[in-house]
């Protein structure tokens, strides 16, 4: 192959990369004009508003790669379940106080729901559905963002450890907005309903 070839080369991959960069970007402006984006994202906790989910492509393919590579690596679902419990515990044991149920049998419950989740993350409305949902399942609970944040951040130190370089920045950010955003969906199920149970206990006294 001379230099000129080799030359031509690059430049057809350069132009591919950069075709794939202005995709990802129309995407992420698709996602803006639906408002979806700038309400959610990797840092804050919104607990505001219940909307649908819009993460790109390429974030919604990482964030479930690592998962199916976590799950894989697991020596069962069980096992999975139980690196997770003891990851979120250790972070903040004050927590098993919250549940009462057996930690086997909560082990799976949070390994169940984030794979629920994580399989839905290209199906913006099935998310929104199946979070709510679980929001619901989960009234009895008294979550806050600090109890979020920490849940978010032992699962994804979990995951860097576990999976080493398949865990990309990308990946991370991945499971930050949507950890955040089943955080901040389950507080703002609680609050809407607690006052929707108000209203209806007033309106019939």
């Given at each position: 192959?001379?230099?000129?070839?080799?030359?031509?080369?690059?430049?057809?991959?350069?132009?591919?990369?950069?075709?794939?960069?202005?995709?990802?970007?129309?995407?992420?402006?698709?996602?803006?004009?639906?408002?979806?984006?700038?309400?959610?994202?990797?840092?804050?906790?919104?607990?505001?508003?219940?909307?649908?989910?819009?993460?790109?492509?390429?974030?919604v393919e990482?964030?479930?790669?690592?998962?199916?590579?976590?799950?894989?690596?697991?020596?069962?679902?069980?096992?999975?379940?139980?690196?997770?419990?003891?990851?979120?515990?250790?972070?903040?044991?004050?927590?098993?106080?919250?549940?009462?149920?057996?930690?086997?049998?909560?082990?799976?419950?949070?390994?169940?729901?984030?794979?629920?989740?994580?399989?839905?993350?290209?199906?913006?409305?099935?998310?929104?559905?199946?979070?709510?949902?679980?929001?619901?399942?989960?009234?009895?609970?008294?979550?806050?963002?600090?109890?979020?944040?920490?849940?978010?951040?032992?699962?994804?130190?979990?995951?860097?450890?576990?999976?080493?370089?398949?865990?990309?920045?990308?990946?991370?950010e991945g499971?930050?907005?949507?950890?955040?955003?089943?955080?901040?969906?389950?507080?703002?199920?609680?609050?809407?309903?607690?006052?929707?149970?108000?209203?209806?206990?007033?309106?019939?006294?």
């Amino acid at each position: 192959m001379s230099f000129e070839e080799e030359g031509s080369e690059f430049e057809d991959e350069e132009e591919s990369g950069d075709e794939e960069d202005a995709a990802e970007a129309l995407q992420q402006t698709s996602h803006e004009s639906t408002g979806s984006a700038g309400i959610y994202n990797s840092r804050d906790v919104n607990d505001q508003v219940l909307e649908e989910l819009r993460l790109s492509d390429s974030q919604v393919e990482e964030v479930q790669h690592v998962w199916q590579s976590f799950l894989s690596t697991a020596e069962s679902r069980e096992g999975a379940g139980e690196a997770i419990y003891a990851a979120i515990f250790d972070a903040a044991p004050s927590f098993q106080s919250l549940f009462k149920t057996p930690r086997a049998v909560m082990a799976m419950r949070f390994m169940n729901g984030i794979s629920q989740i994580i399989g839905s993350l290209g199906d913006p409305p099935a998310c929104k559905i199946i979070v709510e949902t679980l929001g619901f399942q989960h009234l009895d609970l008294e979550v806050t963002i600090p109890r979020v944040l920490i849940f978010r951040d032992a699962i994804i130190e979990l995951l860097t450890v576990e999976m080493g370089p398949k865990m990309t920045h990308k990946a991370k950010e991945g499971f930050a907005v949507f950890l955040n955003y089943v955080g901040g969906s389950y507080i703002y199920v609680r609050v809407k309903f607690a006052e929707r149970i108000q209203i209806l206990t007033s309106s019939w006294a």
